[in-house]
């Protein structure tokens, strides 16, 4: 999942970035994350020189450095995002969220403040685990990437978020069917049948629909409903009929009548 988030958060971000005029480019080569009192011009452009050497922790500290010592400036609102956004690259996660938030919280009528919200949603989509994991994380970019797609819907940025939200339910959808079949080893026919049904219920449209069918058709004969083993075989049919995961919930079926 990582490949896809990255690029475009960092194309989306190419507009933020612009060095202050009239300063020194070698400024930066001298700039440290200690604190020393600076103008804005030489701090802002340390911070935009170790961004563009791909010094991604260095420079957010800078960008912090600006909001920091020139609070009331012009370019402390943009040092903010640019913060998130080396965070970002950094990999620093959290950092790049707490960094967002804040300027949410500061901002939140801001022109950037679709970005900072989408920010936000792809630094939880970057730390998506294995489904063997768990999925608390998944399901804070799920509702974050959800929260840009309901309050900024006609936004390139909620054009982006759609789509990893599909990848996002697709994997949760994994997660509910990982458990489901151990469940299902185990023969603990109804706790199965709990995950197998939310599949088909909170996750109908994912790639998993037709197998948790499937196993629900096997649960429920197994727990002596075959009327509802017959139901969820028929949705199979009618929606995926040339699976083979219908082929095998009819031959179950059909093995059972007989």
Not at 122 to 137: G, S
Not at 246 to 255: C, F, S
Request: hydrophobic letters at 40%; glycine letters at 4%; proline letters at 3%.
């Amino acid at each position: 999942m990582r490949k896809i988030a990255r690029p475009i958060a960092i194309a989306i971000a190419a507009i933020l970035v612009a060095p202050l005029a009239g300063c020194a480019s070698n400024s930066a080569n001298k700039a440290d994350t200690k604190y020393v009192a600076r103008d804005v011009d030489t701090l802002y452009n340390a911070a935009m020189e170790r961004l563009d050497n791909g010094q991604y922790k260095i420079a957010a500290v800078l960008f912090d450095e600006v909001e920091r010592q020139h609070p009331y400036s012009a370019w402390a609102r943009r040092a903010q995002l640019m913060s998130a956004f080396s965070y970002y690259l950094a990999r620093q996660y959290r950092e790049s969220i707490q960094s967002s938030q804040r300027f949410l919280s500061i901002h939140p009528g801001n022109k950037d403040a679709p970005y900072a919200l989408y920010l936000i949603g792809v630094a939880y989509y970057e730390q998506i685990q294995d489904v063997t994991r768990d999925q608390k994380i998944t399901q804070q970019a799920l509702d974050s990437l959800g929260e840009v797609v309901r309050r900024y819907p006609d936004t390139r940025y909620a054009a982006d978020a759609r789509l990893k939200m599909d990848l996002v339910r697709d994997h949760l959808g994994g997660k509910e069917m990982e458990i489901g079949r151990f469940y299902e080893r185990r023969r603990d026919w109804l706790a199965a049948t709990i995950r197998f049904r939310k599949v088909v219920d909170e996750y109908q449209t994912t790639t998993h629909t037709p197998e948790a069918l499937m196993r629900l058709t096997e649960c429920y004969l197994a727990l002596g409903v075959p009327e509802e083993a017959k139901k969820a075989a028929a949705v199979l049919g009618a929606n995926y009929p040339g699976s083979k995961w219908y082929e095998r919930a009819y031959e179950l079926v059909q093995k059972h009548a007989a």
